[in-house]
């Protein structure tokens, strides 16, 4: 991994115009779905409404009066007040509503010029006067205009807050941050043979020897490793594309090779998230799905496996009819075993881990004496080879079994 020292606002760059933008526009939408289903709502209910009444209406024409063996009055009487609470909750929680009806209610009364008032009954101007009291207290919008202004006062003094806090932090401060090297993953994925000299996913033929679940296992060892040793990482956004892309489809297409399938027909049965069937027929899932892999990131680095003893490493089951031999996995005693024959990339790709240029530089390698061994693993301890939860320091390698 590469460490650079840089002013915090790489780390965390602020929103860029264009993100400020897309983000006003969602919230946007969500406010006119959400006004929509109100609206919708409303609509219902006052059709609702609408037929109550025709009916109530319609009953009480052909019988004179309402004969109930039961009492609703009361019932009848909440439902509606609570729609007439919310309606006029509404009135008074929408600044314009308020504005137009203050207006409606108070300009250009005659009621207001005294020549008029001194001709006019006492009571009538008192109640005048008591009614403008009553508009002005419950209607008046300049109470609820200052609170809207002070809220956006607020934000925007956080705003130059969090600027100058941010600017600050720039001129003083200095973080850390990780990137993966992401031309050497580049470079390790087209030595494994994910990609192409295009750099497009291609199966890899050595594999199509192995069984479905365990070819998915083998891709998900590498895939969960790297995204989880390079999980701190600020451009671990280019190792998930290669995981969830390179690996996904390369795997996809080892699939097809192996059953002679199209790349279409091998999504169809084993879906883009490599579902295959474990021994009691339930779906398993190995290798990340695309939604978990978008979730990834953001951790703190805690001691990482490295991926290149998975990488690097194929177990080839053989053929041939064994004698049974007991699991060689540390602390394993279980004797119904399958043959397997390691195949180190170095080998299958004759190139030397010494030499810099064709290896990949830093990816370790496993040692020349395990090529071609013979190992007797249980289905468990193989699964967990795959997978890369455990390595070949986990397995007594010295008890490995001469076959021609
Ligand atoms: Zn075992």
Same mark, same amino acid.
């Given at each position: 991994m590469e460490l650079q020292a840089v002013p915090p606002s790489v780390l965390h760059p602020p929103m860029s115009e264009k993100a400020i933008r897309a983000r006003k526009k969602y919230l946007r939408q969500k406010e006119v779905k959400a006004l929509e289903l109100k609206n919708a709502r409303e609509r219902n209910r006052k059709k609702l409404g609408l037929k109550l009444l025709s009916h109530v209406f319609k009953k009480s024409k052909q019988s004179d009066g309402f004969k109930f063996s039961f009492q609703i009055e009361n019932e009848v009487r909440e439902i509606f007040q609570t729609w007439a609470d919310e309606v006029v909750q509404e009135f008074l929680g929408s600044l314009e509503e308020r504005w137009t009806w203050h207006r409606m209610l108070t300009?250009? %009364?005659? #009621? =207001?010029l005294r020549h008029i008032r001194d001709q006019l009954p006492q009571e009538l101007v008192d109640s005048y006067d008591k009614f403008q009291e009553q508009v002005d207290k419950h209607l008046s919008p300049v109470k609820a205009r200052k609170a809207l202004e002070e809220e956006g006062r607020k934000i925007k003094e956080e705003e130059e807050r969090k600027y100058a806090e941010r600017t600050v932090d720039d001129l003083t401060k200095l973080c850390m941050k990780v990137s993966a090297p992401i031309e050497l993953v580049r470079k390790a994925v087209k030595m494994a043979g994910f990609t192409n000299k295009m750099g497009r996913p291609r199966p890899? =033929? $050595? #594999? @199509? =020897? #192995?069984e479905d679940a365990d070819i998915i296992k083998w891709y998900a060892g590498v895939g969960r490793r790297w995204l989880d040793f390079f999980c &701190?990482?600020? +451009?671990?956004k280019m190792v998930k594309t290669v995981v969830s892309y390179h690996l996904r489809f390369s795997c996809i297409l080892t699939l097809a090779e192996k059953h002679e399938a199209t790349k279409i027909e091998c999504i169809r049965h084993y879906t883009k998230d490599l579902k295959v069937p474990d021994l009691n027929g339930n779906e398993e899932v190995h290798f990340p799905t695309e939604k978990e892999v978008k979730m990834m990131g953001d951790k703190n680095l805690s001691d990482p496996k490295p991926v290149d003893g998975a990488l690097s490493l194929l177990l080839i089951r053989l053929a041939s009819d064994e004698p049974s031999h007991s699991c060689i996995g540390h602390f394993c005693d279980k004797t119904d075993t399958v043959m397997y024959r390691v195949r180190l990339l170095q080998n299958i790709l004759n190139v +030397?881990?010494? %030499?810099e240029g064709k290896w990949v530089p830093r990816m370790s390698a496993i040692h020349? =004496?395990? +090529?071609?061994m013979c190992l007797p693993l249980c289905s468990d301890h193989k699964s967990d080879l795959y997978t890369g939860k $455990? @390595?070949?320091?986990? #397995? %007594? &390698? @010295?008890s490995h079994v001469n076959v021609d």
């Open positions: 300009a250009g %009364d005659f #009621l =207001s890899i =033929s $050595i #594999l @199509t =020897s #192995l &701190c990482c600020h +451009n671990l +030397n881990p010494a %030499d020349e =004496s395990l +090529n071609q $455990i @390595t070949l320091q986990d #397995l %007594d &390698c @010295t």
